[in-house]
């Protein structure tokens, strides 16, 4: 097989991946941020909340 005949669906394939995973950071930035309003509403009803600006400083490093 030629690789001119393989490059553009080379390409498709891997646009359609990071389409794919674009899709998949929305959903899961969705679904973080339902889980963070849930976790203050339960730690604001139990009277334990912290600063929101304690809880989303800039300089704090997850991974």
């Known amino acids: 097989m030629d690789d001119r005949d393989k490059t553009p669906k080379d390409?498709?394939?891997?646009?359609?991946a990071l389409d794919q995973i674009s899709q998949t950071i929305d959903v899961m930035t969705s679904v973080v941020g339902r889980l963070r309003t849930y976790v203050q509403e339960e730690a604001a009803s139990a009277g334990?909340?912290?600063?929101?600006?304690?809880?989303?400083?800039?300089?704090?490093?997850?991974?």
């Open 11 to 16: 390409s498709e394939t891997v646009l359609m």
């Open 48 to 63: 334990k909340q912290p600063s929101l600006q304690e809880e989303m400083r800039p300089d704090r490093v997850l991974h």
